[in-house]
């Protein structure tokens, strides 16, 4: 199916609110963002206002961790409200929440690996591996010890938001 942008602000809020209820679970704020962003079907400043509205209104709030969520009020909208792409909405978002959760599960093995390399250098791999499937594979060279430590730190805590944002930064976004 090819891409539709979505830019009529009721449509990104379905598609916020659709996302946040595949996903199944309280987010982060960046989270959220990174998952609505990953495909490019709508904007960053559209997810913005879409985003600030849905709080506003009581659609999402959050947890006492900081975390949003969908509220009854935001669940009972996501199902009922009508859209000309409320079909495209839901493939869209589902679509976008299971690459996130994805990442979540015990099936994605993570690898890390340094080397020293002349000069005091060092170059660190990193690696997504599902199902016998390489996802991702990146190799820096790094000036330090340190550098790649604190990468393979940051890679190993959150490698979903790591892989998507690769991808929207590749990608144009």
């Not at 400043?45 to 935001?74: K, P």
């Not at 997504?128 to 890679?155: C, P, R, S, V, W």
């Amino acid at each position: 199916m090819a891409l539709i942008p979505l830019t009529d602000q009721g449509d990104v809020k379905l598609y916020i609110l659709c996302i946040m209820q595949k996903v199944g679970y309280p987010l982060d704020y960046s989270s959220v963002n990174d998952i609505a962003l990953y495909d490019g079907v709508i904007s960053n400043m559209d997810f913005i206002e879409a985003f600030d509205s849905l709080e506003s209104d009581g659609l999402v709030a959050r947890d006492e961790n900081g975390q949003y969520y969908v509220t009854e009020d935001g669940k009972f909208i996501e199902q009922t409200l009508k859209s000309d792409l409320v079909g495209y909405i839901h493939d869209r978002g589902l679509r976008a929440a299971v690459q996130f959760v994805s990442f979540t599960d015990d099936k994605v093995k993570k690898v890390v690996k340094t080397t020293e390399l002349d000069g005091g250098r060092v170059l660190l791999e990193l690696s997504l591996i599902k199902e016998n499937e390489e996802l991702m594979k990146i190799a820096l060279t790094l000036d330090t010890q340190y550098q790649a430590k604190k990468m393979a730190m940051a890679f190993s805590e959150d490698p979903g938001r790591i892989y998507m944002r690769l991808i929207m930064m590749l990608g144009g976004q």
